[in-house]
């Protein structure tokens, strides 16, 4: 999610960990986080129920800790990369099992808590959809729509970007002027992150309510796809987290 280079797939074991009864309405799933270093040639999967869907957690990259878990409909996504490999960045997240069709008049929203960064440098997280179904990154793949805040220190301040991707090629719509203006950011907390469909492949980014972003016809090559929560972090950082909540996909026509 973040600009820069994509590292290679990261693997590592999954660990479930089932709640008392007292808890049952809540889901845990931990990625193993540990002071070891990821094995590039590992992978790390774990399904889990959050809300009313069940999600496939998602990761790429080398980290010294990871973690994912989910308590009713909130996911919490917990990454540490201090001694990792400096030439990647590292993805983590989850997608939801089953595709979406992003007919006219389909909405999809996700609450992103940024959760008052001390230090926001390296850091993105948003939604992405991508047609492929994939346990590594998703912006990996040939084709993705990212909507995303990217980090500017010193840590409660970010900027929004909204790119797609077609056939291996990024393309950016929106990044609130950056890097000709806006480059100190804004400060944000619990944002509301809406995407509406609408006929002939446009589409429009809502923040909190307000329309932020609206592309023109064409904008997406595909019409089906997955849904990701996911951060990014590069290289060199400590245990950092952001959360995920109230996601909601109200079919259309």
Do not use: C
């Not at 997280?125 to 084709?143: D, E, F, H, R, Y």
């Amino acid at each position: 999610m973040t600009e820069g280079s994509r590292p290679a797939p990261a693997r590592r074991r999954a660990l479930l960990i089932v709640l008392p009864a007292a808890a049952a309405f809540v889901a845990l799933v931990a990625l193993a986080a540990s002071r070891s270093r990821s094995n590039p040639g590992d992978s790390s999967r774990a399904s889990a129920r959050a809300g009313s869907w069940d999600w496939e957690v998602t990761s790429e990259g080398d980290f010294e800790e990871r973690a994912v878990d989910s308590r009713g409909s909130r996911w919490r996504i917990h990454a540490a990369t201090r001694g990792t490999r400096p030439d990647t960045v590292k993805f983590l997240g989850v997608r939801r099992l089953g595709e979406i069709r992003l007919g006219e008049g389909t909405r999809i929203s996700a609450d992103l808590d940024w959760n008052s960064q001390s230090n926001g440098s390296g850091l993105s997280a948003g939604i992405v959809l991508a047609p492929a179904a994939t346990s590594g990154n998703p912006l990996a793949t040939p084709a993705s729509l990212r909507v995303e805040f990217i980090g500017v220190p010193p840590g409660k301040k970010a900027r929004m970007v909204v790119a797609v991707r077609e056939s291996g090629n990024e393309r950016y719509l929106y990044t609130e002027g950056w890097p000709d203006t806006n480059r100190e950011g804004r400060p944000i907390g619990v944002q509301r992150l809406t995407l509406v469909f609408e006929k002939g492949g446009s589409f429009k980014v809502l923040e909190n309510g307000g329309e932020v972003y609206a592309s023109g016809p064409n904008a997406l090559s595909f019409d089906r796809a997955h849904l990701y929560l996911q951060m990014s972090t590069r290289s060199n950082y400590p245990p950092r987290e952001v959360f995920f909540d109230n996601v909601s996909v109200a079919g259309g026509r």
